[in-house]
C-alpha cells in the first residue's frame, strides 16, 4: 500500500463548477500537507501549504485537513479553464531531511 | 527574480554515457532536492542536499549521482548504469527557517534515451 493515494482521474468538469481533489495517506506522523498544480511539461507550482488539522482559503481555493481520518482535499470554486493541470498532494512529518511525499497527482480538465 | 532554474530542457543520452542535469537556485534557501517524475506515478525522491557538501540518498538513488559544493547549486549526474533513465527530473530547494516545509520547484528536464 503506497504512503498517500490519490486518485489518477482524469477529472472532466465543466466551466464554473466546484471540483473536490481528494488525497488520504496512511502515516500519522505527516503534519505538513501542500497542493502543487502542475501543468503539462512544466514544474510544480506551489498552491496551499497547511499544517496540521484545519481549512485554509485563498481566493476560489479552499484546502482541508482531516488528521483524524487521514484524508485531505482541495476545493476549487467557479472552476475556470485555465484551472486544467495535474494537481498533486504532498506531505511530511518533522523529520530530518523533511522529505515530501507525493500522491500520484490528479488530471484536472475543465471544459469551456 | 529569484528562482531555481533547471538546464538544458530536453537532454538526449546515448547509450552507456554519463550525462549531467544543471540545477542553480538564487533563492538562498540550505535545502535542494532532486525528483524524478515518470508518467502516471508521483514524484520520486533521487537525492537530497541540507547543506553544502552533504547529501543523502532517496528512494531510488541507483544510477544517479550528484555533489553540492556550492549552496546554490546541486547538479545530477544520470550515469549509464542507470537502465531506464527517461524521465522528467524535478530538482527542488527550500528555505531554512523554522516552519517553512514546502518546496519550490524548477521548470524540469525532460531525459530522452537515443
Known amino acids: 500500500q503506497k504512503e498517500v493515494e490519490q486518485d489518477p482521474g482524469p477529472l472532466s468538469v465543466p466551466e464554473g463548477a466546484i471540483v473536490s481533489l481528494n488525497c488520504t495517506y496512511s502515516?500519522?506522523?505527516?503534519?505538513?500537507f501542500m497542493w502543487y498544480r502542475q501543468y503539462s511539461r512544466k514544474g510544480p507550482e506551489l498552491l496551499m501549504y497547511?499544517?496540521?488539522?484545519g481549512n485554509k482559503e485563498d481566493g476560489r481555493f479552499t484546502a482541508q485537513v482531516d488528521k483524524s481520518s487521514k484524508y485531505i482535499s482541495l476545493f476549487i470554486r467557479d472552476s475556470q479553464p485555465s484551472d486544467s493541470a495535474t494537481y498533486l498532494c504532498a506531505m511530511s512529518a518533522r523529520v530530518k531531511g523533511n522529505k515530501l511525499v507525493f500522491g500520484a497527482g490528479t488530471i484536472l480538465r475543465v471544459k469551456s | 527574480d529569484g528562482g531555481i532554474t533547471q538546464s538544458p530542457k530536453y537532454l538526449f543520452r546515448k547509450e552507456g554515457q554519463n550525462v549531467t542535469l544543471s540545477c542553480e537556485q538564487n533563492?538562498?534557501?540550505?535545502?535542494m532536492y532532486w525528483y524524478r517524475q515518470d508518467p502516471g506515478q508521483g514524484l520520486r525522491l533521487i537525492y537530497y542536499?541540507?547543506?553544502?557538501?552533504?547529501?543523502q540518498k532517496g528512494d531510488i538513488a541507483e544510477g544517479y549521482s550528484v555533489s553540492r559544493e556550492k549552496k546554490e547549486s546541486f547538479p545530477l549526474t544520470v550515469t549509464s548504469a542507470q537502465k531506464n533513465p527517461t524521465a522528467f527530473y524535478l530538482c527542488?530547494?527550500?528555505?531554512?527557517?523554522?516552519?517553512?516545509?514546502?518546496?519550490?520547484f524548477g521548470p524540469g528536464t525532460r531525459l530522452l534515451v537515443l
Open positions: 527542488a530547494s527550500r528555505g531554512g527557517w523554522t516552519g517553512q516545509e514546502t518546496q519550490y
Open positions: 542536499s541540507q547543506i553544502v557538501n552533504d547529501f
Open positions: 533563492l538562498n534557501h540550505d535545502a
Open positions: 502515516n500519522s506522523a505527516f503534519q505538513y
Open positions: 497547511t499544517y496540521s488539522s
